[in-house]
């Protein structure tokens, strides 16, 4: 089956600018994930969508982060503006809803943003 | 106290050598608990579930010690391709939600 497709691989933008990255998870996964992984540390949730509906985005900085699945396929996160803080890769991941390997997570090759 | 918890490391054994690495979680209701692998700029893969009654696949064998809320994974005959960053994943508030700690990385030496 094809993997997670994630766009762009790489990004470099001054503080303040915005960015946007995309995410076209395993087909038939309900599940979508956006983790921010910075260097030196393991990937962290930033939110959770079921289908096209929001489960967690607790941990989400939404004064400057935003994340949608409108069609409750493909994914948009997007950061504005961003911060030098904000460096670091986002890891797309999808799951099964239900069933075997539901909990197991397949993340796309990620998407890695400097901050200047 | 954090969710997850690992000993960064890093760990530098010889080819061949036994390394053991453990990983504590705080949550007691956690139910689901997995190892995954991260190479150097890629992304994490899933190397094992681990199950309550521990299991093992090939030279990997994972370890749940519910009562001390932590889980192992022992690496025996250390392969130069064993060389990672190992994640300890657990889940938390709700059976998708899953956290990961900040991950172990062991070098293998020719």
């Known amino acids: 089956e094809a993997g997670v497709a994630q766009s762009p691989r790489y990004k470099i933008i001054e503080k303040r600018q915005s960015v946007a990255f995309w995410c076209n998870p395993i087909?038939?996964?309900?599940?979508l994930y956006w983790y921010q992984q910075i260097l030196g540390q393991g990937p962290k949730l930033l939110i959770q969508?079921?289908?096209?509906?929001?489960?967690?985005d607790s941990q989400l900085p939404k004064d400057r982060f935003s994340a949608e699945r409108l069609k409750g396929v493909d994914s948009t996160l997007k950061i504005q503006p961003a911060k030098l803080e904000d460096s670091a890769v986002y890891l797309c991941?999808?799951?099964?809803?239900?069933?075997?390997?539901?909990?197991?997570?397949?993340f796309g090759a990620g998407s890695r943003l400097t901050v200047l | 106290r954090k969710e997850v918890e690992q000993d960064p490391g890093p760990f530098n054994v010889p080819e061949g050598a036994t390394v053991a690495f453990n990983c504590t979680y705080s949550?007691?209701?956690?139910?689901?608990f997995f190892w995954y692998r991260q190479d150097c700029r890629k992304e994490p893969k899933l190397l094992m579930s681990?199950?309550?009654s521990g299991n093992e696949d090939g030279r990997f064998t994972a370890q749940l010690n519910r009562a001390s809320q932590y889980i192992s994974l022992l690496i025996r005959d250390s392969k130069l391709s064993d060389s990672a960053t190992y994640l300890c994943?657990?889940?938390?508030?709700?059976?998708?939600?899953?956290?990961f700690g900040t991950g172990t990385r062991l070098t293998v030496i020719p």
């Open positions: 991941a999808s799951s099964r809803k239900q069933g075997s390997g539901a909990n197991v997570l397949t």
């Open positions: 949550n007691s209701a956690s139910q689901s």
């Open positions: 994943v657990v889940n938390f508030r709700s059976a998708n939600n899953l956290f």
């Open positions: 681990v199950y309550s």
């Open positions: 087909s038939g996964h309900a599940t």
């Open positions: 969508f079921q289908n096209n509906g929001v489960v967690d």
